[in-house]
């Protein structure tokens, strides 16, 4: 872990990044407008470009270009995103996460009520 008021590492700067990320999954329109499936796109791609860790932009580009970023309802893009997760978990060697439960993890909370 990152000593207090330290940069952050890539761990941090990643979970920092996933939660955020995952969060706006979370809040993204269930039926988004035109606009707002642009906006997503647009932003998915500028942070792509942006992320401060270069190899893992590169990489994530590179994914983001072989599998389209899906915008149509939060679920898909949802699912889209969690599979990109998985993708970075794999490269890692970490366990995958069940993507039928991404809205348990990061928007409803999970249904044995451990969140409420
Ligand atoms: P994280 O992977 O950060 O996940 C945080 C939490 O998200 C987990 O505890 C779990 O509850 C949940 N979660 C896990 N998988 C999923 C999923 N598929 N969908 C939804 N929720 C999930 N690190 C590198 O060393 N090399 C890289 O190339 C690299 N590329 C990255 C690319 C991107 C776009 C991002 C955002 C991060 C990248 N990272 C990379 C960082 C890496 O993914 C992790 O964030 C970091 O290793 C810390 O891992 P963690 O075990 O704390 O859990």
């Not at 590492?9 to 996933?18: F, I, P």
Request: with cysteine; proline share 5%.
């Amino acid at each position: 872990a990152t000593p207090k008021d330290c940069p952050a590492d890539v761990e941090t700067l990643g979970r920092s990044t996933w939660t955020l990320l995952h969060s706006i999954a979370a809040t993204y329109p269930t039926t988004p407008t035109t606009t707002e499936q642009s906006d997503i796109k647009n932003f998915m791609r500028l942070f792509a470009k942006l992320y401060p860790c270069w190899v893992c932009a590169e990489d994530f580009q590179k994914y983001i270009e072989k599998e389209k970023i899906r915008t149509q309802s939060r679920d898909e893009f949802g699912n889209w995103l969690c599979e990109a997760h998985n993708e970075v978990n794999k490269k890692l060697g970490k366990p995958t996460f069940d993507c039928s439960k991404w809205q348990e993890r990061w928007r409803t909370g999970w249904k044995d009520g451990r969140c409420d």
